[in-house]
């Protein structure tokens, strides 16, 4: 690891892709965007695991993946960040980005619980609520101890309604919020 250029834990195969995060440019189109407290996890991951994977950009240094990375180091003053440059055309970056963002699967409600067992055991519940806070969610149900002392995470049901709108999803939050439902909003 390259002390005078990263704070940051660098793998020894990503030393040789350390770029100033000043250089890499972004076409303001990237449609992902992340709330201060996701911005604070991330940082907070990153410091205590360092550089998993890297930046990708095009040859221009023009982001495919990490545009919210290479925020969080800036806004931290970690100038040095691993960045791979893939000879890829225009559309191909922005087929990558929307594949990053998009392509990540579908979470089974039944495991995650068992991984919420699994760290709130471990003595990281404070570490996972604050991480599910950071992007809107909560432990099903909240997480309680039952009789015997040990943590259960109880049942959780969910309905998804398509809106056909911003108007229509607002409308419908506030109807069945009203009906005293625990609603929150989701936008796919």
Not at 16 to 31: A, E, F, H, M, Q
Not at 97 to 110: A, C, E, I, T, Y
Not at 121 to 137: C, D, F, I, T
Not at 140 to 150: K, R, V
């Amino acid at each position: 690891m390259t002390e005078a250029k990263a704070t940051l834990k660098v793998p020894d195969d990503f030393v040789s892709l350390l770029t100033d995060v000043r250089l890499l440019k972004s076409d303001g189109n990237n449609p992902n965007r992340m709330t201060l407290r996701m911005h604070e996890e991330l940082w907070q991951s990153l410091l205590k695991h360092g550089w998993v994977y890297p930046i990708l950009t095009d040859q221009n240094l023009c982001f495919i993946d990490g545009e919210q990375r290479a925020q969080v180091c800036l806004a931290h003053g970690e100038y040095f960040v691993p960045v791979l440059r893939l000879n890829v055309s225009d559309v191909e970056r922005r087929m990558g980005r929307q594949r990053f963002n998009k392509l990540k699967g579908k979470h089974s409600r039944d495991l995650d619980r068992e991984e919420y067992l699994r760290v709130a055991k471990a003595g990281e519940r404070e570490a996972l609520e604050r991480m599910l806070n950071a992007v809107g969610e909560r432990l099903p149900g909240g997480m309680i101890e039952d009789n015997g002392g040990g943590i259960s995470v109880p049942e959780l049901y969910e309905v998804v309604i398509e809106c056909k709108d911003e108007a229509d999803q607002k409308a419908k939050f506030e109807r069945f919020r009203a009906e005293g439902e625990r609603v929150r909003i989701l936008t796919l």
